[in-house]
């Protein structure tokens, strides 16, 4: 099954308001990503998280991990109509020789403006 | 950043032949590259893990025979999808692993007519 899992599965804001995106796994990991897809196309790398760290920023993104709750929320600030597009997180496990990353199945962000 | 290579972005092809796709780290070398398929409105499902002169190690499901990788040196790989039929249209994205993270191409989408 999937390690990660989003909710809310979808989300409509008006442009300046904040986003929130959460997410939820299962193992222990390693890192935690979050990425942006826009319609059809690749995917954007937007924040990697450690697993010995809590809190991160980046712009107007500000990522938490909870490693007790096995959670992270992804927040984007002031959001704008080119925030518009699908979110997910991606936790990395990482052992001797092996690298495994495993999506959740995202979050579609529409920002109205 | 690190930047990984995907081409064709789209490719249309007839049922019954094979579609290669070229996955390319263009300035760092990747000893392990992935490759994942995304149908419409889901997430990444991972394929494979190819590791650079070695065979590839397929996820449960995913008929090796199908989907052809090759890992020839650090710098590419390849997946060639043989004999394409209409269920094999989706999305494909190749990552390539870095030293602490894997950077993604910007996906390909084939289209079996």
């Known amino acids: 099954s999937q390690q990660g899992e989003e909710d809310p599965q979808a989300l409509s804001i008006q442009e300046g308001e904040n986003a929130t995106m959460n997410c939820s796994y299962k193992t222990s990991i390693n890192n935690l990503q979050w990425y942006r897809q826009n319609s059809g196309r690749g995917l954007v790398h937007l924040i990697l998280i450690r697993s010995n760290e809590r809190e991160k920023h980046s712009g107007r993104l500000r990522v938490t991990l909870d490693t007790s709750k096995k959670s992270s929320s992804l927040l984007i600030t002031a959001s704008r109509a080119a925030d518009t597009a699908s979110y997910f997180c991606?936790?990395?496990?990482?052992?001797?020789?092996?690298?495994?990353?495993?999506f959740g199945k995202g979050t579609k962000l529409s920002v109205i403006p | 950043g690190a930047v990984v290579s995907q081409h064709p972005s789209w490719v249309i092809c007839k049922s019954g032949t094979s579609v290669k796709i070229e996955c390319r780290s263009l300035?760092?070398?990747?000893?392990?590259m992935f490759w994942y398929r995304q149908f419409p409105k889901q997430s990444l499902m991972l394929m494979a893990t190819s590791n650079e002169g070695s065979k590839a190690t397929y996820e449960q499901g995913v008929e090796k025979d199908k989907f052809l990788i090759n890992h020839a040196s650090l710098t590419l790989s390849t997946l060639t999808v043989t004999s394409a039929h209409p269920e094999d249209s989706s999305f494909y994205i190749c990552?390539?692993?870095?030293?602490?993270?894997?950077?993604f191409g910007q996906g390909t989408r084939l289209t079996v007519v």
């Open positions: 991606a936790t990395a496990r990482i052992g001797a020789g092996s690298y495994q990353l495993t």
């Open positions: 300035d760092f070398q990747a000893t392990t």
């Open positions: 990552s390539a692993k870095g030293q602490i993270e894997a950077f």
